[in-house]
Antibody
Framework: EVQLVESGGGLVQPGGSLRLSCAASGFTYNNYWMHWVRQVPGKGLVWVSHIHNDGSVTSYADSVKGRFTISRDNAKNTLYLQMDSLRAEDAALYYC???????????WGQGTLVTVSS | QTVVTQEPSFSVSPGGTVTLTCGLRSGSVSTSHSVSWYRQTPGQAPRTLIYSTNGRSSGVPDRFSGSILGNKAALTITGAQADDESDYYCMVYMGSGIWVFGGGTKLTVL
């Protein structure tokens, strides 16, 4: 089955760190760009970060630049998001998504919830 | 900061046609922005509808179509059904590895 499964979410204090993972299966993972998208429950989608299929190129939304790091392990078919210096406004459901045709996203995970609170 | 605009809400009658739009607060949307469209129901992950302005994602019925109308991207739904009631998001590729979502449109079918 073609799927993405996120994990690693949880409760963290402001200023703390968390690493999210996204396990891919059912497709040739190293052929695809990958993205992270977040959503505060009840609010809209926000693009966070992307990485090229070989990991050579990454990009970030201004709101997370310098604090978040996207990476991937193609041998493990896994995408990561290292989140440092977390703020209350980073609390959200984090989705990983596969980059599809025409710069869009064509496959989504179910998300992992990050809560930032003291 | 790039702002992508969408109608906050829209309603359509069952069987009717509705066009949702996706614009830029500053500037025009064109095919070079490779706009994609997603729909999301509460508690579910988004589902991809349209890529690259007008490409229909696998399994998406042809009731859904994408286009450029004037200076905005558009998602048109024909023959609206009750289960089309969802939140619809556009995503715009701004270049240089930056993507931006619109705020979403809540579509009501009634």
């Amino acid at each position: 089955e073609v799927q993405l499964v996120e994990s690693g979410g949880g409760l963290v204090q402001p200023g703390g760190s968390l690493r999210l993972s996204c396990a891919a299966s059912g497709f040739t993972y190293n052929n695809y760009w990958m993205h992270w998208v977040r959503q505060v429950p009840g609010k809209g989608l926000v693009w966070v970060s992307h990485i090229h299929n070989d990991g050579s190129v990454t990009s970030y939304a201004d709101s997370v630049k310098g604090r978040f790091t996207i990476s991937r392990d193609n041998a493990k078919n896994t995408l990561y998001l290292q989140m440092d210096s977390l703020r209350a406004e980073d609390a959200a459901l984090y989705y990983c998504a596969r980059g599809g045709r025409g710069w869009g996203l064509d496959l989504w995970g179910q998300g992992t919830l990050v809560t930032v609170s003291s | 900061q790039t702002v992508v605009t969408q109608e906050p809400s829209f309603s359509v009658s069952p069987g009717g046609t509705v066009t949702l739009t996706c614009g830029l607060r500053s500037g025009s949307v064109s095919t070079s922005h490779s706009v994609s469209w997603y729909r999301q129901t509460p508690g579910q992950a988004p589902r991809t509808l349209i890529y690259s302005t007008n490409g229909r994602s696998s399994g998406v019925p042809d009731r859904f179509s994408g286009s450029i109308l004037g200076n905005k991207a558009a998602l048109t739904i024909t023959g609206a059904q009750a289960d089309d009631e969802s939140d619809y998001y556009c995503m715009v590729y701004m270049g240089s590895g930056i993507w931006v979502f619109g705020g979403g449109t809540k579509l009501t079918v009634l």
